[in-house]
């Protein structure tokens, strides 16, 4: 691994041992980092989804959502992702329940949830003395990278990856983003 690569991982790491959040890394003009309003479909699912497990809340899910998509369950990306969590297709069917479909915005954010909780099963291994916030950070990053990520920053072929250094410079600003916008919604009371 190089130096490069073990500073971007220390930097990350380090954010989150000492409780520094993302967050406050954040765009200062509040015009450019508003958040959409939650439409009232997605209350009760997000809720609901707060308690997939306890690492996941429901402000956490509407930040990813809000990032992911602003809510809209109609975009399709280029990547084939499904859901208004913007779910791989393989992660779909691994955490859909029978019935469940990617236009429903209730199943799309229960799946997201559940998807969230698999990462931060795998977050947990590797962030021993982190701070919640911390944890919570790498969980976004993890989320956002790719659902082996985590896995592969415990086993430390991730750090071996020349493509790692970009991959935490890219999620960076997209883990500012989510816990930004889950600082507003935690302040909206969702």
Known sequence: MNKSSCALVASLLALGMSGTSFAAHADPNPAASAVPAIPAEYRAPLSEAGKTCPQVDAPLVAGILSAETGFRTDLTPPSGAVSVGNIPPMMWAKFAKPGEQPSDPAAGTHVTARYLCSVA??????????????????????????STFATRLRDGSALADTSTPAILTETAAYTAKVLSARDEYKKQGI
């Open 121 to 146: 099963a795998d977050v947990e291994k590797i962030s021993a003395g982190t701070s919640a916030e911390g944890k919570t950070a790498l969980l976004v990053t993890a989320f956002s990278a790719g």
